[in-house]
């Protein structure tokens, strides 16, 4: 009997709920479809802003409709911001009404636009604000809140905006010419020595070994992430036995922290395992900078 009491009690509840209307409640605010913006990065363009050559940089991004068959704006209007200050919100391009658009934007507009040159670290969030059909307003970087409202921004395949950064970005033009070891944990170069860098395409660099029967080291840049490897590879011989009797020596990488270019400072770290037919020495740091 304590058991069909309760059913009949969440059946009442239920039915109070669903015989609930709209206009029983003057306070529930009508619902609007607003259109969603989708808009997504030319990869085929600049990724990040080169802090050493902001000028330079020049980026196309796709303004879309993240739902293409439900409801359209009246217009979109491509804004931007600089390091999350939505104080000053800046308008790139107005009045976009057909979707797909690419947009362009570069370093020179950018200055121009916030007053001010571009520095390391600076970040640049562009959205839309969306106007509907019937006049209505929404922002994409307003006063206070979170545009378009919270969680919409989290949904699956969606983006609502992109962001360019300015970073210490790799050239390889930069990495050609003479460094100086900072730091040589193996000791086949010296600290304080001079050694030559050459460049093998647009992400390898070429290091001559100073031992006999030597191999340029081949270092691999990540150019995203200006984080750095070296395959296994010989390197050279430090001479016949009886003085060095374990043959050639091979050089690779070790993943960590210690593999890396600065651009900005001129510096390429790698942390290199030697090892021989016979075994391995450890790994040892080796650190060189720009002269």
Known sequence: MKNIKIIYSVFI???????????????????????????????????????????????TFNVDLHFKDNVKPQKFDVVAIKNEDKSKVVTIQSDITTFPTKVSIT?????????????????????????TEDGKKYQAYPPVGVGYG?????????????????????????YVGTFVVVEDEWDDFGVGSTVELTANGEDELLLEYPIPDSSPITIKVNT?????????????????????????????????????????DGVLSVRLSYTVAAGGFGDFLLVLKKQ
């Open 224 to 264: 995203g992430t200006n984080s750095v490897s070296v395959a296994r590879q010989k390197i050279g011989n430090y001479g016949p036995p009886p003085d060095w009797p374990y043959g050639d020596v091979f050089a690779q990488s070790v993943p960590g922290l210690d593999n890396y270019v600065a651009p900005c």
């Open 107 to 131: 370093g020179p507009q950018l200055i121009e636009a916030f007053g001010e040159n571009i520095t390391l670290g600076d970040k640049f969030d562009i959205g839309v604000d969306i106007t």
């Open 13 to 59: 509840v239920l039915l109070s709920i669903v015989s609930c209307r709209k206009d029983d409640n003057p306070k529930l605010p009508d619902l609007a479809k607003v259109p969603q913006p989708l808009i997504t990065k030319d990869e085929s363009t600049d990724l990040v802003i080169s802090v050493q050559e902001p000028e330079t940089f020049n980026a």
């Open 150 to 174: 919270s969680g919409v921004a989290g949904q699956p395949g969606a983006s609502v905006a992109v962001r360019y950064e300015a970073v210490c970005q790799f050239d390889i033009s930069q």
